[in-house]
Structure formats: structure tokens, C-alpha cells
């Protein structure tokens, strides 16, 4: 039984950092988008276009780590 616990107790933590990823993700996304619109191109936007890459791959990283012990929770 502990063992269900524990695994349930990752995949909360788990859900909490994707919700935080993606809102940091959908807030930057909005920050590119508003200096694209004024025009404003400088190292600010390249710099967010980046962290879009490096959080969207984290989200996704994220995502299938909870999909693995989401299975692993329904082989116990």
C-alpha cells in the first residue's frame, strides 16, 4: 500500500510542475507576442523565444513522466 502512495504523491508533484510550466509558458508567450506586435525586437524577445523551446520541452518531459507512472500505478 505504501508503494500506491508514494506513486500517487510523484504524480501530484508531478501535476503541480506541469501547471506551473504552462502558465510560465502561456505568460511568455504573451510577452513575445506583445513586443512582436510594438515592434520592439531586441535581445528581450529572442531571449523568451527561447525559454518558450526550453519550457515547452520541459512540459513535455513532464507530461510523460506522468504518463509512465500513471501506468505504473494501474500495473500495481
Do not use: Q
Not at 510560465?24 to 506586435?37: E, F, Q, R, T
Not at 535581445?43 to 526550453?54: A, D, E, K, P, T
Request: proline share 0%; hydrophobic share 55%; aromatic share 6%.
Amino acid at each position: 500500500m505504501a508503494k500506491i502512495d508514494e506513486i500517487k504523491a510523484h504524480i501530484d508533484w508531478l501535476k503541480e510542475l506541469f501547471k506551473i510550466l504552462v502558465t510560465i509558458l502561456v505568460a511568455d508567450i504573451a510577452g513575445i507576442s506583445k513586443l512582436y506586435l510594438d515592434g520592439d525586437i531586441n535581445l528581450l524577445f529572442y531571449s523568451g523565444v527561447v525559454l518558450v523551446i526550453v519550457l515547452s520541452i520541459s512540459a513535455s518531459i513532464t507530461s510523460k513522466k506522468i504518463e509512465k507512472h500513471i501506468k505504473e500505478l494501474g500495473d500495481l
